[in-house]
């Protein structure tokens, strides 16, 4: 049941969103390899942005040197080189557009070719004597953070064979005549270098370190998400193993009471008769529920979920918890509109009874159930006048073990809820009315009920 405490609060709302993820009893569940994929995704998105910085720093860079210090550059050449790394970003783009995940691998060739693209323009500037060569600090660092062990000792590979090779094969600068500062250029291009390289490692590395962050986030819900569907597959199994087992005095408390009813001596007082009515609705409600308990659990004495419409579905299910709750005044206002052929489901029309209890069980003089249609969905609105949730409940909508009461099994009528819908692809929003009570809403896709057209209403 959902519980309830008597503090009202002001109108705040929990909302529980459909999960994304797949859970399976009894299967393997893989919680890190989604979460490490969308993770590289957004530090490949994050490369391509250090890449667009890079080109335009060279570019500057290459401008600054050539026209204002007047040293030669091969600038065709090195036009050549960021050219093909704006076309790399591109391709990179249109990559990320139509790739939902991204593997170490292609992290691993990423940060290759941009060494690949720095060793050529070092080539082309002085080799190792270019005092930008810290810039292999900042792919290696990338590295370290961003792929697995082996990716990362290829990339420190890869880097020191190409700086060795820069020691012996490269363009030497023509610096102009009468330069004769060359020690003091060296010591302020390896200060630019030093201050780019702590720049773009502080920004960048906040930046991967808020991915891994949100990673660590999505991996937790992950493992509550499996954690709570172990505990629907237990619940599943003592409930269908209890059905079994209550079959058997269900059935003889029927026969038991029909041979009652036929008996002189009770047919004839009409206060016995009356008690023994009341006894025969009581057993034929617990008799629904375990046959609907073995529907769910694909165990069904009978014909499984029937075709019906919304009318027809809410207008019985109205009809029976009234039946069941003849204390409670249950008003019902449907609003959906033109009637849709649906498909009766027995795990939904228990949520439906689970909210309309717990309401039942706080405003017993005054339910209300309202059906809606909001484009393609089937609203589901449960009011009363009851005290409302808790703040704490409120916070933690979903959970199980959620209730203020301390009663040993309870809050767990609206964990049970959050998930037949989210099962659904629906969405359990609980808030606290403006002015008194609280309101349960649940939205539920009718693509997921629906089995035909509209009918005539």
Same mark, same amino acid.
């Given at each position: 049941?959902?519980?309830?405490?008597?503090?009202?609060?002001?109108? +705040?709302?929990?909302?529980?969103?459909?999960?994304?993820?797949?859970?399976?009893?009894? /299967?393997?569940?893989?919680?890190?390899?989604?979460?490490?994929? *969308?993770?590289?995704?957004?530090?490949?998105?994050?490369?391509? %942005?250090?890449?667009?910085?890079?080109?335009?720093?060279?570019?500057?860079?290459?401008?600054?040197?050539?026209?204002? /210090?007047?040293?030669?550059?091969?600038?065709?050449? /090195?036009?050549?080189?960021?050219?093909?790394?704006?076309?790399?970003?591109?391709?990179?783009?249109?990559?990320?557009?139509?790739?939902?995940?991204?593997?170490?691998?292609?992290?691993?060739?990423?940060?290759?070719?941009?060494?690949?693209?720095?060793?050529?323009?070092?080539?082309?500037?002085?080799?190792?004597?270019?005092?930008?060569?810290?810039?292999?600090?900042?792919?290696?660092?990338?590295?370290?953070?961003?792929?697995?062990?082996?990716?990362?000792?290829?990339?420190?590979?890869?880097?020191? /064979?190409?700086?060795?090779?820069?020691?012996?094969?490269?363009?030497?600068? !023509?610096?102009?005549?009468?330069?004769?500062?060359?020690?003091?250029?060296?010591?302020?291009?390896?200060?630019?270098?030093?201050?780019?390289?702590?720049?773009?490692?502080?920004?960048?590395?906040?930046?991967? +370190?808020? +991915?891994?962050? @949100?990673? @660590?986030?999505?991996?937790?819900?992950?493992?509550?998400?499996? *954690?709570?569907?172990?505990?629907?597959? %237990?619940?599943?199994?003592? *409930?269908?193993?209890?059905?079994? !087992?209550?079959?058997?005095?269900?059935?003889?408390?029927?026969?038991?009471?029909?041979?009652?009813?036929?008996?002189?001596?009770?047919?004839?007082?009409?206060?016995?008769?009356?008690?023994?009515?009341?006894?025969?609705?009581?057993?034929?409600?617990?008799?629904?529920?375990?046959?609907?308990?073995?529907?769910?659990?694909?165990?069904?004495?009978?014909?499984?979920?029937?075709?019906?419409?919304?009318?027809?579905?809410?207008?019985?299910?109205? !009809?029976?918890?009234?039946?069941?709750?003849?204390?409670?005044?249950?008003?019902?206002?449907?609003?959906?509109?033109?009637?849709?052929?649906?498909?009766?489901?027995?795990?939904?029309?228990?949520?439906?009874?689970?909210?309309?209890?717990?309401?039942?069980? &706080?405003?017993?003089?005054?339910?209300?159930?309202?059906?809606?249609? +909001?484009?393609?969905?089937?609203?589901?609105?449960?009011?009363?006048?009851?005290?409302?949730?808790?703040?704490?409940?409120?916070?933690?909508?979903?959970?199980?073990?959620?209730?203020?009461?301390?009663?040993?099994?309870?809050?767990?009528?609206?964990?049970?809820?959050?998930?037949?819908?989210?099962?659904?692809?629906? &969405?359990?929003?609980?808030?606290?009315?403006?002015?008194?009570?609280?309101?349960?809403?649940?939205?539920?896709?009718?693509?997921?009920?629906?089995?035909?057209?509209?009918? @005539?209403?």
């Amino acid at each position: 049941m959902l519980e309830r405490t008597s503090d009202l609060h002001d109108a +705040n709302a929990t909302a529980v969103m459909p999960s994304a993820v797949r859970a399976a009893a009894g /299967m393997p569940f893989d919680l890190a390899a989604p979460a490490d994929l *969308a993770t590289n995704r957004k530090n490949m998105a994050l490369l391509v %942005q250090l890449r667009w910085i890079a080109v335009i720093g060279q570019i500057a860079t290459i401008g600054f040197v050539q026209f204002w /210090m007047d040293v030669a550059l091969p600038l065709l050449p /090195m036009a050549a080189v960021i050219f093909g790394l704006v076309a790399l970003n591109l391709v990179s783009l249109l990559w990320l557009r139509y790739r939902a995940d991204i593997n170490n691998r292609e992290l691993l060739v990423a940060l290759a070719l941009d060494v690949a693209a720095l060793t050529a323009l070092l080539y082309l500037s002085g080799g190792a004597t270019n005092p930008f060569t810290s810039l292999y600090l900042l792919q290696v660092t990338l590295g370290a953070v961003l792929l697995d062990a082996p990716s990362t000792w290829s990339l420190v590979a890869l880097v020191c /064979m190409n700086f060795a090779w820069l020691t012996s094969y490269y363009r030497p600068l !023509e610096l102009p005549q009468g330069f004769a500062e060359a020690f003091n250029l060296y010591i302020a291009g390896t200060f630019i270098g030093l201050v780019l390289d702590a720049v773009l490692l502080v920004v960048f590395m906040t930046r991967i +370190n808020r +991915n891994l962050r @949100d990673r @660590d986030l999505r991996l937790a819900a992950l493992r509550q998400h499996a *954690a709570e569907q172990d505990h629907i597959v %237990q619940m599943g199994l003592l *409930a269908s193993g209890a059905a079994h !087992e209550l079959g058997t005095p269900l059935a003889s408390l029927s026969v038991i009471l029909g041979d009652w009813r036929r008996m002189p001596a009770l047919a004839s007082d009409p206060e016995l008769s009356q008690d023994l009515g009341e006894m025969e609705i009581s057993v034929q409600r617990c008799k629904s529920i375990v046959t609907g308990i073995l529907l769910s659990a694909g165990e069904a004495r009978g014909e499984g979920s029937s075709p019906t419409t919304v009318a027809a579905f809410l207008t019985a299910l109205v !009809e029976e918890w009234r039946t069941t709750r003849p204390s409670a005044t249950l008003y019902f206002r449907n609003a959906f509109g033109a009637d849709l052929a649906i498909v009766s489901d027995i795990a939904l029309k228990q949520a439906i009874f689970n909210v309309l209890d717990n309401a039942a069980e &706080v405003s017993r003089d005054w339910i209300e159930l309202m059906a809606e249609r +909001n484009a393609d969905k089937l609203v589901l609105s449960v009011t009363d006048r009851g005290p409302g949730f808790s703040r704490e409940m409120l916070a933690h909508v979903g959970k199980p073990y959620q209730s203020t009461k301390g009663s040993s099994g309870s809050g767990l009528g609206l964990f049970l809820v959050v998930n037949v819908v989210r099962k659904l692809g629906g &969405v359990v929003t609980a808030r606290n009315r403006p002015d008194i009570g609280a309101a349960v809403r649940l939205e539920l896709p009718l693509s997921t009920l629906a089995i035909g057209d509209h009918l @005539d209403g």
